[in-house]
């Protein structure tokens, strides 16, 4: 069972007893309006079970809870792409509202980098952010990710048309060169 820490938070799998509180922290517009459509608005506790089940499948463990002062805080995971690009994988996270501006997500996109390019031996690991997500976009830069591009009016999301900036890190390791 994976479980990263820092001795700040710590990245652990997912368990049914997140259940409500997944669902309550999740259930949050401010979340989604950042996000892809595809998580459910509402977001029910019905909803944070299927998702911790679907979790809970993955050997190795690619999406984590992460825990601040032993509480649920948000969630991040990897999702490993397929084909010729199987080296790649990208990375989403969110967290709970109560508990941003903390350096949660920094320190969790860092845990999890250094785990997706040492355990899965990626080597690349990359992700999309709306134009209008700054913080997001500051995590991303402060973790060592690239601006690699912008992929322009890409995104359509509350009835309006986005940019939306790319980035993506690569392992360092010379074994991967
Ligand atoms: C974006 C999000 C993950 C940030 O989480 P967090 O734990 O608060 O992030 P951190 O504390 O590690 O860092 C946030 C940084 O953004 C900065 N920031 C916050 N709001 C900002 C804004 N409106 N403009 C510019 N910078 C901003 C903070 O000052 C901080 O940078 P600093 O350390 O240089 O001061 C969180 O707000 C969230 O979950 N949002 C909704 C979902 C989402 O956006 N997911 C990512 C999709 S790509």
Not at 34 to 48: F, G, H, I, K, M
Request: negative net charge; charged residues 25%; proline residues 3%.
């Amino acid at each position: 069972m994976a479980e990263l820490t820092n001795g700040h938070i710590r990245l652990r799998e997912f368990s049914e007893l997140d259940q409500v509180r997944l669902a309550e922290l999740c259930n949050n517009k401010k979340i989604w309006d950042n996000v892809r459509d595809l998580l459910p608005s509402p977001y029910t506790e019905q909803n944070a079970l299927e998702f911790i089940r679907l979790c809970r499948q993955d050997v190795p463990t690619t999406t984590f809870a992460i825990e601040y002062q032993g509480e649920l805080a948000g969630c991040i995971g990897l999702v490993k792409q397929t084909d010729v690009y199987r080296l790649s994988a990208e990375i989403g996270y969110w967290i709970g509202e109560p508990y941003w501006g903390l350096g949660i997500a920094t320190e969790a996109v860092g845990l999890l980098t250094e785990y997706g390019f040492g355990q899965l031996d990626l080597v690349r690991i990359f992700t999309g952010v709306f134009d209008f997500n700054k913080a997001s976009q500051r995590v991303l830069e402060k973790s060592g990710f690239k601006l690699e591009g912008v992929f322009e009016k890409s995104v359509i999301k509350n009835g309006l048309i986005h940019n939306e900036f790319r980035y993506a890190k690569l392992n360092p390791s010379p074994d991967h060169k």
